[in-house]
């Protein structure tokens, strides 16, 4: 039997980057602890923030929502809500968004659905048809953008302070490969704090610090209901490929992923010094917000003959 580092239980995961092994209650509170502590480090909410989870009905996502209705408990004046966005991706999202409601009524928070269909008149399936025949996109590059604005303007007008998404510290590690990939040098040193506009609700991510293997074995371990199966267009996205690339890393240099991260948090933080704000002007289309005349969505959209003024 292999006993847990912190307790006399026995050990049921071992965490190769700390050199500890954890029984299942001290892998729960520590999990928890890091939500915590991610929270506090980057003063991500006050105490009396609207605060908007974005629920896809994944394990990430409803997982946070628990971690962060246990936390939220301690703030009376705080506000927590979900919101799920519907792409429309037939045989896939259908399930996802009965989970997300589910997980809502359990934990008896206002959940508000939304979709691509009502927003931009098209889902995914619809969008994906056409971008096939004339673009070489990826469905996973358009699905984002056209995501973000959604959940951004929802939140928005629902007063949400607080933006959060569940996007662990793999899909962080993943995000600042690609930008480095596709040489995409404004994005990689562009943080919140360079955004000047009023009009974008604050995004936070309390998951930065908990690698996407320990959030699944966390929802797990609580016996959370999450949607085990995957989106059948992710097949086609990079970020595949990177995310192999960077677990291969990790297995052969363990505790990559957290040295990736924490070195570029320490060359964001200096450049950020240097980095010349971004002033959003309004689109000259839908009237968000953007640093070109067009948004990315208007301009996705619109390329694709499928722009419905939304
Ligand atoms: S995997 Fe890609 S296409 Fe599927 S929901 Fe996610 S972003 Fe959209
Ligand atoms: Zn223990
Ligand atoms: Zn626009």
Do not use: W
Request: with cysteine.
């Amino acid at each position: 039997m292999i006993k847990c580092s912190t307790c006399d239980d026995v050990a049921v995961f071992f965490q190769r980057y700390s050199g500890k092994k954890l029984c299942g209650q001290c892998f729960v509170k520590s999990t928890e602890e890091r939500v915590q502590k991610a929270v506090s480090k980057y003063n991500m909410f006050t105490p009396s923030d609207t605060i908007a989870v974005a629920l896809s009905g994944g394990k990430d996502s409803v997982s946070l929502l628990h971690i962060l209705h246990k936390i939220e408990a301690r703030f009376p004046k705080s506000k927590l809500l979900a919101i799920t966005v519907d792409e429309g991706i037939a045989g896939y999202r259908d399930e996802a968004v009965d989970i997300a409601s589910d997980t809502c009524k359990i934990l008896n928070l206002r959940h508000m659905i939304t979709s691509f269909k009502e927003f931009y008149g098209y889902g995914m399936d619809e969008i994906v048809e056409v971008a096939e025949k004339k673009h070489g996109l990826t469905a996973c590059t358009y699905c984002g953008v056209l995501r973000r604005k959604i959940l951004n303007v929802t939140a928005r007008n629902a007063g949400v302070d607080k933006l959060v998404t569940a996007h662990t510290l793999d899909d962080e590690i993943q995000t600042i490969f690609l930008n480095v990939l596709r040489g995409d040098v404004a994005r990689i040193f562009r943080t919140e704090s360079t955004f000047l506009c009023k009009k974008f609700v604050k995004r936070v991510k309390p998951f930065c610090g908990v690698p996407e293997k320990e959030v699944a074995f966390y929802a797990f371990l609580k016996n959370i209901r999450f949607q085990v199966a995957a989106c059948p267009y992710a097949r086609s996205s990079s970020r595949n490929e990177v995310r192999t690339f960077i677990n291969r890393l990790e297995i052969m240099h363990s505790g990559t992923k957290f040295t990736v991260y924490k070195s570029f948090q320490r060359i964001q933080s200096s450049i950020e010094k240097f980095t010349e704000k971004v002033d959003f002007q309004e689109c000259d289309i839908c009237s968000e917000p953007t640093a070109r005349e067009t948004c990315k969505a208007c301009q996705i959209l619109m390329e694709l003959n499928l722009l419905n003024n939304n």
